[in-house]
């Protein structure tokens, strides 16, 4: 599966009693499905997800699912430290139509959390998972740090196609990009190359099949059948591309995907080889974010440069300092529903917003 572009991991809206404010995830995807982000992730760092309940975690994947345009890739936060529960929150992510599952690295017990046991719980859960596997790595939060020999190893498994790393290590990056050239797999893409899911094929066989019932109940009532004919499901328009009712795709290589999670440093990941974000930063501004994604993309380096270097300040001071909170608010600002977060975070003071509106002025939501 294709992983290229921009994904926001997408906060958990609250109302002021700490209480899940659905209707506000729904019309943040919905805006987030309007913009050029490749995908959305629910249920990341950015999104709360280990202060909330297993039932608020299923309802907000629900929610956000329910909410998301059909052409987006949706990526579902269900990391949790056994493999067990790990897999009991992936199925269910599946049964609501997510395409990928990012699985945080457990670590709790971090003294036993050796290259083994990571390779143990990664291949179980990748063994068994109905969805693919994005591994997921935030030194910063969980106080340990994936060794990149150990994704190596695991980039071979042909269920596990990603890392978001967001350690901000641009040595680690190129090590895994470069100790991972040797993994070879065909993902499907629309014909403009962009990423074509299972759920999106399922839905153009059944919007054809829907439309080949309307052409054969009108043809029955008029008597000329002979004249509309029913489409094909899928079939092939030329060697390179298959047709799937409205849905014209292709076979693109790709490799084991290495997506960076530091929004200050995309322009050099992507250079390195990283062939996308899921970036905090992206929740408030995703197109600030794909705008140096989309530079670099057109083969424009200089203004990929130009347009990191205008929020790398803002990346690093609203995301890396300020956290949840910052990021919040930022979005606020930019016209989605940050709101507040639940404690142990706690409101920011009136000079941190001040901060944090000098910092965004002028960068594009």
Do not use: W
Request: with cysteine; hydrophobic share 40%.
């Amino acid at each position: 599966m294709l992983l290229s572009g921009i994904f926001p991991p997408i906060t958990t809206p609250f109302y002021q009693d700490g209480e899940v404010y659905y209707k506000k995830i729904e019309a943040n995807v919905e805006r987030y499905s309007r913009t050029p982000v490749a995908g959305i992730v629910v249920q990341g760092s950015t999104g709360e997800a280990i202060l909330l309940s297993d039932q608020e975690r299923r309802d907000v994947l629900k929610a956000a699912m329910a909410a998301a345009a059909p052409h987006k890739v949706m990526v579902a936060g269900t990391g949790i430290e056994s493999a067990q529960e790990t897999l009991r929150l992936t199925e269910y992510a599946a049964g609501l139509g997510y395409d990928v599952a990012m699985v945080r690295t457990p670590h709790y017990y971090k003294k036993q959390m050796a290259p083994a046991n990571l390779l143990a719980f990664y291949r179980t859960v990748a063994d068994r998972s109905p969805l693919p596997i994005v591994i997921y790595n935030f030194p910063q939060a969980t106080g340990y740090d994936i060794p990149a020999e150990v994704v190596i190893e695991l980039a071979n498994h042909s269920n596990i196609v990603a890392i978001k790393e967001s350690s901000g290590n641009l040595d680690k990056v190129k090590q895994m990009v470069d100790g991972t050239r040797q993994v070879k797999r065909q993902a499907t893409v629309t014909e403009t190359f962009e990423a074509v899911t299972p759920r999106m094929i399922k839905a153009a066989v059944a919007e054809s099949e829907k439309q080949s019932r309307e052409l054969v109940s009108v043809a029955s009532l008029t008597g000329a059948a002979e004249s509309g004919g029913t489409p094909e499901t899928a079939k092939p328009s030329s060697s390179a591309v298959t047709v799937v009712g409205k849905l014209k795709t292709r076979q693109k290589e790709v490799g084991f995907q290495v997506m960076t999670g530091a929004a200050h440093q995309l322009e050099p990941s992507l250079g390195l080889g990283a062939v996308g974000a899921i970036l905090a930063f992206a929740c408030p501004s995703p197109m600030a974010c794909y705008e140096i994604f989309a530079a670099l993309k057109d083969g424009d380096n200089a203004l990929a440069r130009e347009k990191q270097d205008r929020v790398r300040l803002a990346a690093q001071r609203v995301v890396g300092e300020l956290g949840v909170p910052g990021v919040k608010y930022a979005m606020d600002l930019n016209g989605y529903y940050g709101g507040p977060s639940r404690l142990p975070f706690l409101p920011l003071s009136g000079e941190q917003k001040a901060e944090i509106e000098k910092l965004m002025a002028g960068i594009k939501s």
